[in-house]
């Protein structure tokens, strides 16, 4: 900090705005903007449970097949659990991480991926984005997961 603060460098995003990637905090955005602006967010939220809230942590582990498992710090698709992608084993195990650390995790639903209009030989047709497909076969492609 003291190379920044003398001018000799400059940083692109400042200090302290990574804040705002961390999932824990991201779930908190309605009641923030509520809180600042005094009026409800214009766009809604992926519904979120803290697992580090008893009620969120215990409707997670009932459902844990059927949503999508996130560390609070982690990015880029890893540290996670998608339910229906995993297998019993899986779950089990992610199950115990979740018991002995619930702090670190929330959980969403599974979303559908969004995908953009590519043109083929013979017609246009959907594929998945960049970084859908990028985030799928980190999380979803079993030959990947094994890379």
């Given at each position: ?20 990637d961390d999932k ?25 449970w803290r697992c ?90 079993a030959s990947c997961?094994?890379?």
């Open positions: 900090m003291d190379v920044y603060r003398a001018g000799n460098i400059t940083i692109a995003n400042a200090p302290g705005t990574g804040i705002a824990a905090i991201y779930s908190y955005m309605p009641e923030i903007i509520e809180f600042y602006t005094g009026r409800k967010p214009i766009l809604g939220n992926v519904p979120t580090s809230e008893p009620d969120s942590l215990a409707y997670v582990l009932e459902h844990l097949n059927e949503l999508v498992v996130k560390e609070v710090h982690g990015s880029g698709g890893y540290g996670m659990l998608v339910g229906p992608a995993a297998s019993k084993k899986e779950r089990e195990a992610f199950a115990a991480k979740l018991v002995a650390r619930p702090g670190n995790y929330i959980a969403q639903p599974t979303l559908a991926l969004s995908s953009v209009p590519i043109l083929t030989e013979r017609a246009w047709r959907p594929a998945m984005s960049i970084f859908d497909l990028s985030f799928w076969c980190r999380t979803a492609c997961r094994a890379a």
